[in-house]
């Protein structure tokens, strides 16, 4: 039988269940012929027919929301040598992108277990996003015997040191997720599975930001957690955009710390602080949440232009209501998969090359208000 350990502190949030639940819709979407995306590795725009992206300006598309989260994955031609894999997983904070990411790896070892392949994981994560909390978990982890310890680094220069550590205590460690610390950080992790482009990500959502606002006026930033490398090189594309336009200027920079609420108090605070704020730029899942709430409750909806990350249920209505601009969506699915699918081949004792490579490189796709209903649809079975 196929086991899997997951304590409960990962089931919190109501993102996973309600996903789950819609992707034998989207399997059916599949048969039906729909043509799903690859894994390429780069933000892509999803723009009407006929239109291109030029100069680095990006007009407002939408996109089919099967070409953006791909749910048809199968197991590659690799024979595991091992019948049975033990693996554990942690990441920054619980919360539902995570869940999504644990829905392709049960669906990884669904698979595994079909060819006779045992595949057992904890995946767990704190109830708030911590670096010394991961230590914990990767410390406690290491004396378990698990074949392959993956990691979504909660802060590069503090979870760094640990991983060279487990690894020079011969223990296998991969990073996985959105955040990866790597051979340029002086991480000897093995290999990364995920989102290679956060930067540009951040980039692209902030040049359609400018573009909306006709390349004026004064942005604020919600980036997330302080030292996650996925919200910190967001928010260095959202800078860097923004400084190549002599009329636009950053007025506010605040760490929510991946929370909904602590988003909704500072975009609060920027509104009340900054009268002639025209945009809003979010660098997680969480905070375009919090700030289309402030933007509502302060009635300047139409007047503030949001963009940001992610498939988040009450996101993806603010977008179809025209509250948030754009969202950037991350395949997650694809992420948990092919995780499960490095970590056996790392266990095996194969290092990155013909086998795999060092990085798996995941999408990441951007929608706008016409590309709303129908993610809806697919994700949460929500039909307008």
Same mark, same amino acid.
């Given at each position: 039988?196929?086991?899997?350990?997951? =304590?409960?502190?990962?089931?919190?949030?109501?993102?996973?269940?309600?996903?789950?639940?819609?992707?034998?819709?989207?399997?059916?979407?599949?048969?039906?012929?729909?043509?799903?995306?690859?894994?390429?590795?780069?933000? #892509?725009?999803?723009?009407?027919?006929?239109?291109?992206?030029?100069?680095?300006?990006?007009?407002?598309?939408?996109?089919?929301?099967?070409?953006?989260?791909?749910?048809?994955?199968?197991?590659?031609? +690799?024979?595991?040598?091992?019948?049975?894999?033990?693996?554990?997983?942690?990441?920054?904070?619980?919360?539902?992108?995570?869940?999504?990411?644990?829905?392709?790896?049960?669906?990884?070892?669904?698979?595994?277990?079909?060819?006779?392949?045992?595949?057992?994981?904890?995946?767990?994560?704190?109830?708030?996003?911590?670096?010394?909390?991961?230590?914990?978990?990767?410390?406690?982890?290491?004396?378990?015997?698990?074949?392959?310890?993956?990691?979504?680094?909660?802060?590069?220069?503090?979870?760094?040191?640990?991983?060279?550590?487990?690894?020079?205590?011969?223990? =296998?460690?991969?990073?996985?997720?959105?955040?990866?610390?790597?051979?340029?950080?002086?991480?000897?992790?093995?290999? +990364?599975?995920?989102?290679?482009?956060?930067?540009?990500?951040?980039?692209?959502?902030?040049?359609?930001?400018?573009?909306?606002?006709? +390349?004026?006026?004064?942005?604020?930033?919600?980036?997330?957690?302080?030292?996650?490398?996925?919200?910190?090189?967001?928010?260095?594309?959202?800078?860097?955009?923004?400084?190549?336009?002599?009329?636009?200027?950053?007025?506010?920079?605040?760490?929510?710390?991946?929370?909904?609420?602590?988003? +909704?108090?500072?975009?609060?605070?920027?509104?009340? #602080?900054?009268?002639?704020?025209?945009?809003?730029?979010?660098?997680?899942?969480?905070?375009?949440?919090?700030?289309?709430?402030?933007?509502?409750?302060?009635?300047?909806?139409?007047?503030?232009?949001?963009?940001?990350?992610?498939?988040?249920?009450?996101?993806?209505?603010?977008?179809?209501?025209?509250?948030?601009?754009?969202?950037?969506?991350?395949?997650?699915?694809?992420? @948990?998969?092919?995780?499960?699918?490095?970590?056996?081949?790392?266990?095996?004792?194969?290092?990155? @090359?013909?086998?795999?490579?060092?990085?798996? #490189?995941?999408?990441?796709?951007?929608?706008?208000?016409?590309?709303?209903?129908?993610?809806?649809?697919?994700?949460?079975? #929500?039909?307008?």
């Amino acid at each position: 039988m196929y086991r899997k350990k997951v =304590k409960k502190e990962t089931r919190k949030g109501n993102g996973k269940g309600k996903i789950r639940a819609y992707i034998a819709s989207v399997l059916v979407m599949v048969v039906c012929g729909c043509v799903l995306m690859g894994c390429n590795g780069k933000t #892509e725009e999803q723009l009407p027919e006929g239109e291109a992206v030029s100069n680095g300006q990006m007009p407002a598309g939408g996109g089919n929301a099967a070409d953006i989260i791909e749910f048809d994955h199968l197991l590659e031609e +690799y024979v595991p040598l091992k019948e049975e894999y033990n693996f554990y997983f942690t990441y920054k904070t619980v919360h539902p992108w995570w869940d999504a990411v644990a829905i392709g790896m049960e669906d990884a070892a669904k698979q595994y277990e079909e060819m006779g392949v045992i595949i057992n994981y904890e995946y767990l994560a704190p109830n708030a996003a911590s670096a010394q909390d991961q230590i914990l978990r990767l410390q406690d982890a290491s004396g378990c015997g698990f074949d392959v310890i993956g990691v979504d680094v909660a802060d590069v220069d503090i979870i760094t040191p640990v991983i060279n550590e487990l690894m020079e205590n011969g223990q =296998k460690v991969m990073t996985f997720s959105s955040s990866d610390a790597g051979k340029e950080d002086g991480c000897d992790r093995i290999a +990364y599975v995920g989102n290679t482009h956060n930067y540009e990500d951040g980039a692209t959502l902030t040049e359609a930001l400018c573009e909306k606002l006709a +390349y004026q006026g004064e942005v604020a930033v919600l980036v997330g957690t302080k030292g996650a490398p996925c919200h910190e090189d967001r928010a260095l594309g959202v800078q860097d955009v923004i400084a190549k336009y002599p009329d636009m200027k950053i007025v506010e920079i605040a760490y929510d710390e991946d929370s909904v609420e602590k988003a +909704y108090e500072f975009t609060k605070a920027f509104l009340k #602080e900054n009268p002639n704020l025209k945009g809003i730029a979010c660098c997680n899942m969480s905070n375009p949440v919090g700030a289309a709430r402030a933007v509502i409750e302060a009635g300047k909806e139409g007047d503030i232009v949001i963009v940001g990350m992610d498939h988040d249920r009450e996101a993806l209505r603010y977008l179809q209501d025209g509250v948030i601009y754009a969202l950037g969506v991350q395949d997650c699915y694809s992420i @948990g998969f092919d995780t499960i699918q490095v970590a056996v081949k790392i266990a095996d004792g194969h290092f990155p @090359g013909d086998v795999y490579p060092e990085k798996t #490189e995941e999408s990441t796709t951007i929608i706008y208000q016409d590309g709303a209903a129908e993610m809806l649809q697919v994700l949460y079975g #929500e039909i307008h």
